[in-house]
């Protein structure tokens, strides 16, 4: 009986044994849903690590976001540098211009202009290509690729027919950018005199007992202006900063309202000399100032919205392309290595001189138009101020000269009669 009962025991004792292969079967059951949610969050965290900005996901594995930071770096850097405030010469800077160290200090300042960094990527481009010919040609000559493999050479010939050409393409590029920066300079200069001069004879004309009210507002009005002018042609202003100090809050409200503010703070300008209470020919002689104004406007737009012929440009710039492509082949036989730093010297100075064109061809970025603008303000409120002082010594002048009664000759009655 014991035996029997330790045969019916042994066996039960086995379950234990066989039950820890269960979990062997039951994955096929239970793996179903458990690898799901990891899988999906493991995707998600890789997603999400490689592509932090959903709007621009392959940006920084993108090929042509790589090849075109430096162009964009440098182009940020020249848009920053044109949006630099520019100062107004004086003694001081006339004589640190012309100084004789003057060549030393732009040597040594030559990586923070803005010009020679708009120019890094041409011209490290073309002297990698240079670099990419002169690599191949030495290649070739020491038997390091078979012979099919031609050397890459031309003759400079045509090199030296075409030089003139582009010489002359760069000369009339750049000149013709230059005579649209002295237009806009006059523009300008004509439009800072136009006001000087309407605000002096509104200073002079206009009495203060009877039209204090308005001669204040017409002098704002003539301050505002050029301010104006400026923030339409320069798409970095704010117009409401800038005039915010000089105009009221409900006429700078109506000018921020209107389309284009310079003529709208001209229609102020007419419509105050409309109401002061002056004789007609010198209310005519006022407004017929404000043709200057006009003027000043229709000359800055055109410059704006009217550039250089594209074709000129393009033209130009199509023309330094292609020669500095084939110069490394034009100067191989000549030069060999040496063709590198050729490339380098000519890519730098005739893009220089090109860029230097673009740069003029915009010229109101180039001018001083926030130090003119505070220079005509400054003289204004200082006429203002000044006014009252010459007004009162010429009308003591004109009292002392009432009680002295002079002869033909410009000496006193009294006196001729002394002697």
Not at 100 to 110: A, C, D, G, I, N
Not at 265 to 282: A, P, R, T, V
Not at 283 to 305: M, P, T, Y
Request: hydrophobic letters at 40%; one cysteine or more; aromatic letters at 8%.
């Amino acid at each position: 009986m014991s035996n029997s009962s330790s045969k019916t025991i042994n066996p039960p004792s086995k379950p234990p044994f066989s039950s820890k292969f269960i979990p062997k079967i039951s994955p096929k059951l239970s793996s179903l849903p458990l690898p799901l949610k990891p899988i999906y969050k493991f995707h998600l965290k890789i997603q999400s690590s490689l592509s932090p900005d959903p709007q621009n996901p392959r940006k920084p594995l993108n090929l042509i976001s790589i090849l075109t930071a430096l162009p964009d770096w440098a182009d940020a850097v020249q848009e920053k540098g044109m949006r630099k405030k520019r100062v107004l010469y004086n003694h001081e800077s006339w004589a640190e211009h012309r100084s004789s160290l003057r060549h030393v200090r732009h040597l040594l300042s030559s990586l923070s202009s803005r010009v020679i960094v708009s120019l890094l990527p041409p011209v490290l481009f073309f002297t990698s290509v240079a670099v990419i010919v002169s690599g191949y040609n030495t290649a070739v000559t020491l038997d390091l690729l078979p012979e099919f493999f031609p050397v890459l050479r031309a003759s400079s010939l045509p090199y030296q027919l075409t030089a003139p050409a582009l010489a002359l393409l760069l000369v009339f590029r750049t000149e013709a950018s230059y005579s649209r920066y002295v237009e806009g300079r006059q523009a300008w200069t004509k439009v800072i005199g136009g006001a000087t001069e309407l605000a002096r004879e509104v200073i002079a004309y206009v009495d203060d007992f009877n039209d204090g009210i308005m001669k204040r507002s017409l002098l704002q009005y003539i301050m505002a202006f050029p301010i104006a002018l400026k923030c339409h042609l320069l798409s970095d202003s704010d117009v409401r900063r800038d005039l915010q100090s000089i105009l009221e809050a409900d006429d700078l409200a109506v000018v921020l309202s209107s389309k284009h503010r310079p003529q709208c703070i001209i229609q102020f300008i007419s419509q105050s000399l409309q109401l002061l209470s002056l004789e007609n020919q010198k209310r005519i002689a006022l407004d017929s100032k404000l043709s200057r104004f006009h003027d000043g406007i229709s000359v800055c737009e055109q410059i704006v919205g009217t550039p250089i012929p594209l074709s000129y440009t393009r033209l130009t710039s199509r023309f330094l392309v292609l020669w500095h492509l084939t110069l490394p082949v034009i100067l191989w036989d000549d030069c060999h290595w040496i063709v590198v730093p050729a490339t380098f010297i000519s890519a730098a100075s005739l893009f220089c001189i090109e860029e230097v064109g673009v740069l003029i061809e915009e010229p109101f970025p180039m001018l001083a138009l926030d130090a003119l603008c505070k220079v005509l303000c400054t003289n204004i409120q200082e006429a203002i101020t000044v006014q009252k002082a010459v007004k009162i010594r010429v009308n003591a002048k004109k009292k002392t000269y009432q009680y002295n009664e002079h002869s033909t000759n410009g000496w006193p009655a009294s006196r001729v009669d002394k002697t």
